[in-house]
């Protein structure tokens, strides 16, 4: 751990080399998402030819597919209630061409969320619930766009900013996410309302990855 400079103010990195020998069998197209109450995972086989989202209990126990389809379903999140849980969903492999899908925490399809020939995709629930961040390339670049968990009210938040991966800060003010604009990846923030962009990596050597917030919204955790 180390603190950043002073232009970066309070928050702190972690930087992690070390992941759960569990986590090995995952794809690594996104990183498992935990259930918000009663101890579940969601992930992605990585021997499997069909990516399917299947939940297992944190004791190893109950695994099951959710999705069970012909097509690509990956890249899930709960909601923060556990109840229900947004995914990408691809039609076939090849280039990104993934939609938005909500679906209830035991599998059932609820809703098509965005509908567009471009990549839709990285659905990441704010912590109110109110709120789904992605990453879309609608607009010809890798951006993030905020709707409502019906579909609606859909909202750019950055431009250009060749969006990789996201994250919401535990207060849902801000996005931290992996950009690819710089000469190497870097980690940043923004404002949801798209202000105050700030680059917080600042590295010229090294290849920064999946931000996280710390619970408390003091530190992020990243790969690298």
Request: one cysteine or more.
């Given at each position: 751990m180390r603190k950043i400079n002073d232009t970066q103010k309070s928050?702190?990195?972690?930087?992690f080399a070390t992941v759960l020998t569990f986590c090995l069998s995952f794809t690594l197209m996104a990183p498992p998402s935990l259930g918000s109450e009663e101890g579940w995972l969601l992930f992605n086989p990585?021997?499997?030819?069909?990516?399917?989202?299947?939940?297992?209990?944190?004791?190893?126990?109950?695994?099951?597919?959710?999705?069970n389809s012909p097509q690509q379903e990956v890249e899930a999140d709960w909601s923060p209630d556990g109840k229900k849980i947004v995914f990408a969903r691809q039609p076939v492999k090849g280039a990104c061409k993934r939609d938005i899908f909500l679906m209830s925490a035991n599998g059932v399809l609820l809703k098509q969320l965005t509908?567009?020939?471009?990549?839709?995709?990285?659905?990441?629930?704010?912590?109110?619930?109110?709120?789904?961040?992605?990453?879309?390339?609608?607009?010809?670049?890798?951006d993030l766009y905020l709707m409502t968990p019906n579909g609606d009210n859909?909202?750019?938040?950055?431009?250009?900013a060749q969006?990789?991966?996201?994250?919401?800060?535990?207060?849902?003010?801000?996005l931290v996410f992996t950009s690819k604009k710089d000469e190497l990846p870097q980690i940043h923030v923004i404002?949801?309302?798209g202000t105050g962009l700030k680059?917080?990596?600042?590295?010229?050597?090294?290849?920064?990855?999946?931000?996280?917030?710390?619970p408390d919204g003091k530190e992020i955790a990243f790969g690298r």
């Amino acid at each position: 751990m180390r603190k950043i400079n002073d232009t970066q103010k309070s928050t702190r990195f972690i930087s992690f080399a070390t992941v759960l020998t569990f986590c090995l069998s995952f794809t690594l197209m996104a990183p498992p998402s935990l259930g918000s109450e009663e101890g579940w995972l969601l992930f992605n086989p990585a021997w499997v030819d069909n990516l399917e989202i299947e939940a297992i209990h944190l004791d190893g126990s109950n695994r099951r597919n959710l999705t069970n389809s012909p097509q690509q379903e990956v890249e899930a999140d709960w909601s923060p209630d556990g109840k229900k849980i947004v995914f990408a969903r691809q039609p076939v492999k090849g280039a990104c061409k993934r939609d938005i899908f909500l679906m209830s925490a035991n599998g059932v399809l609820l809703k098509q969320l965005t509908n567009h020939p471009a990549c839709d995709r990285t659905p990441r629930w704010s912590p109110d619930g109110k709120s789904i961040a992605f990453v879309s390339y609608r607009d010809g670049g890798e951006d993030l766009y905020l709707m409502t968990p019906n579909g609606d009210n859909l909202r750019k938040v950055t431009n250009d900013a060749q969006v990789s991966f996201l994250n919401w800060s535990p207060d849902g003010k801000q996005l931290v996410f992996t950009s690819k604009k710089d000469e190497l990846p870097q980690i940043h923030v923004i404002n949801v309302d798209g202000t105050g962009l700030k680059n917080l990596s600042q590295s010229r050597t090294t290849k920064d990855w999946y931000p996280v917030y710390s619970p408390d919204g003091k530190e992020i955790a990243f790969g690298r």
